[in-house]
């Protein structure tokens, strides 16, 4: 039965660093890719960053290049964002999201979040 579930969110201070994981089932075929997505309070969600399991490909938002890192385990059950460097504008539920190959674009993230399955997400939490 298909299902993500993430853990790993909490409280850090600026400069942190905290790894985010999402227990992945169902989703391991080559028409799903696998990303991370966030949603600040207020606003709406946005993509964080994403991978095609099969190639390796990732892809990341402007914000997250230099400082965040998506990855999986060998087995692929686990989906990884590693993240450096937080900042208080990093505050948000973290959420883990499988979504069809066909809809994404060039950016790596789906056309429509309502394409997208979805974890229950973590709250991650940086202070200033």
């Known amino acids: 039965q298909a299902h993500l579930a993430e853990s790993g969110g909490g409280s850090v201070q600026a400069g942190g660093s905290l790894r985010l994981s999402c227990a992945v089932s169902?989703?391991?075929?080559?028409?799903?890719?696998l990303g991370w997505f966030r949603q600040a309070p207020g606003k709406g969600r946005e993509g964080v960053a994403s991978?095609?399991?099969?190639?390796?490909?990732?892809y990341y938002a402007d914000f997250a290049k230099g400082r965040f890192t998506i990855s999986q385990d060998n087995d692929k059950n686990t989906l990884f964002l590693q993240m450096l460097d937080l900042k208080a504008e990093d505050t948000a539920i973290y959420y883990c999201?499988?979504?069809?190959?066909?809809?994404?674009?060039?950016?790596?993230?789906?056309?429509?979040?309502?394409?997208?399955?979805w974890g229950q997400g973590t709250q991650v939490t940086v202070s200033s």
């Open positions: 169902g989703y391991k075929d080559l028409s799903y890719f």
């Open positions: 999201a499988a979504f069809p190959s066909d809809t994404v674009t060039r950016d790596g993230f789906p056309r429509d979040l309502a394409f997208a399955r």
């Open positions: 991978i095609y399991p099969f190639v390796g490909a990732t």
